[in-house]
């Protein structure tokens, strides 16, 4: 499958490359009455349509920890965007993407798989101070990066974890969006009439959230008692005929020395956090028999969302500052596997600025998230992480080298990218890099420390 998506990209890469002129030799000047041919002509008319290959990517892994289960996991992705405005001021864009993953070696089962999917897909009008757009769109609200907090409505793409930069962790939505803008200030209103859980990966891929071959579910510290059930358990994902995925106002202001957003939401959690069926429980507890098929179910809840968003220049330097509150947060039971809800408040603060050189650029962030009366659970009740990104073009802007790292403050969490790029020839990059995850049980690095990778890739647009 994966060997499709590469014909695919070497296919929209030749396209996309100018044809050789042939070499034609001319004597005698032209004959100014002979008409063009009908080829010159059609030359001579752009067309209407601006039409690109976006977020076009191959890359290969080789795993490299001990205890693996896979010896390789490779991913190719192409989004495909034709956009062109319409009579008047409507403006018209179609999108598709294809994903495909493939895995193999070691213990877990193989996985060849190829998805194709929507991208954005809208009809858009633009009024005097205000505009319209209807249809599938990727809408991602907040400041800063990697982790905004009041970004609530979007839908993860938890294909390859946080493998990829923010932006491509993210997966269009059926939505309806209206805003309008006056004297420095905006108002962006957003209804999603369907909802969209998370994009999950093969149910055999090392990067699922429930790992089947330990036991292991993420967010949750390793349990003997559980491991066996979880081992057999069906998944069930399904949302279907779930209602709508909520919908939320963000007033917005810029300029005058700051730009601030206020923002209030009704949302659901794209992520699933599974449910453990009652006869399981019931059987953990010693009061039943073992179920003949446990079942794990993904759950959704709604949650109210305030939050605000902040950034101001202070020299080089830009401040960001965002936090959101959280009505219902998905939690577990320690004493009973029930599910259960809680309030949370998630707060990020960040600076990015070009210290000592002007192509130096640096990132970095402080993140909290906090959990109201949680006692008795088995999710962490508090985190506090160091995130960041460094980055540094170098010979005459030939080559760059850049490093993205996340680091638990309070307790052992760590992913460490590093990777070198040869980014001379645009608009291709040609990089190798390393993903490094580890860290306690109960964290993101510990469930994925066994996916430590070596990456050799391409990625362009066009």
């Not at 100014?32 to 010159?40: C, H, Q």
Request: glycine content about 10%.
């Amino acid at each position: 499958m994966l060997s499709c998506v590469i014909l695919a990209l070497l296919l929209a890469v030749l396209l996309t490359a100018p044809a050789a002129a042939e070499d034609v030799l001319i004597f005698g000047e032209p004959d100014p009455d002979e008409p063009e041919p009908p080829e010159a002509e059609a030359a001579e008319m752009p067309s209407p349509w601006d039409t690109r290959i976006e977020r076009g990517l191959l890359e290969l892994g080789q795993l490299a920890a001990n205890r693996r289960t896979a010896d390789f996991s490779h991913h190719g992705r192409a989004e495909f965007r034709a956009g062109r405005t319409l009579a008047g001021d409507w403006e018209l864009r179609l999108g598709a993407r294809l994903d495909g993953h493939w895995q193999g070696g070691g213990e877990r089962s193989g996985v060849s798989r190829l998805d194709a999917d929507y991208a954005e897909n809208w009809l858009r009008y633009r009024g005097r101070d205000w505009r319209l757009t209807v249809g599938t769109q990727r809408v991602l609200w907040g400041r800063v990066d990697e982790i905004p907090p009041t970004d609530r409505l979007s839908t993860k793409d938890l294909t390859r974890f946080a493998l990829d930069e923010m932006v491509d962790r993210r997966r269009t939505n059926p939505a309806v969006r209206l805003e309008f803008y006056q004297a420095g200030w905006a108002v962006d209103l957003l209804f999603l009439p369907l909802f969209r859980p998370a994009e999950l990966p093969d149910r055999d891929s090392v990067w699922h959230p429930v790992d089947r071959e330990r036991g292991r579910l993420f967010g949750l510290p390793a349990d003997p008692a559980l491991a066996p059930f979880i081992r057999d358990a069906r998944i069930d994902d399904d949302v279907s005929g779930d209602g709508d995925g909520g919908g939320g106002v963000r007033l917005s202001r810029g300029g005058a020395g700051a730009d601030f957003a206020l923002t209030l939401q009704r949302a659901r959690h794209s992520q699933p956090h599974y449910r453990v069926d009652d006869a399981t429980r019931a059987a953990l507890l010693g009061a039943g028999p073992p179920p003949d098929r446990p079942t794990l179910h993904a759950e959704h809840p709604r949650t109210w969302v305030v939050g605000g968003d902040l950034a101001t220049e202070l020299g080089a330097w830009t401040l960001r500052a965002e936090a959101a509150w959280l009505s219902d947060v998905p939690v577990t039971r320690a004493d009973d596997l029930r599910q259960r809800t809680v309030a949370g408040f998630d707060w990020v603060l960040g600076v990015e600025g070009f210290p000592g050189d002007r192509d130096f650029r640096t990132t970095l962030q402080v993140a909290g998230q906090h959990l109201d009366g949680a006692g008795g659970v088995l999710e962490a009740r508090e985190a506090y992480y160091l995130t960041g990104e460094l980055e540094n073009p170098f010979a005459d802007h030939q080559w760059r080298a850049r490093v993205r790292f996340s680091a638990g403050l309070d307790r052992r969490d760590v992913y460490l990218n590093p990777e070198l790029a040869w980014i001379g020839f645009e608009p291709h990059e040609f990089y190798a890099g390393l993903h490094w995850l580890d860290g306690r049980d109960d964290t993101a690095g510990g469930f994925y420390r066994d996916n430590r990778m070596l990456v050799l890739g391409w990625r362009g647009q066009f």
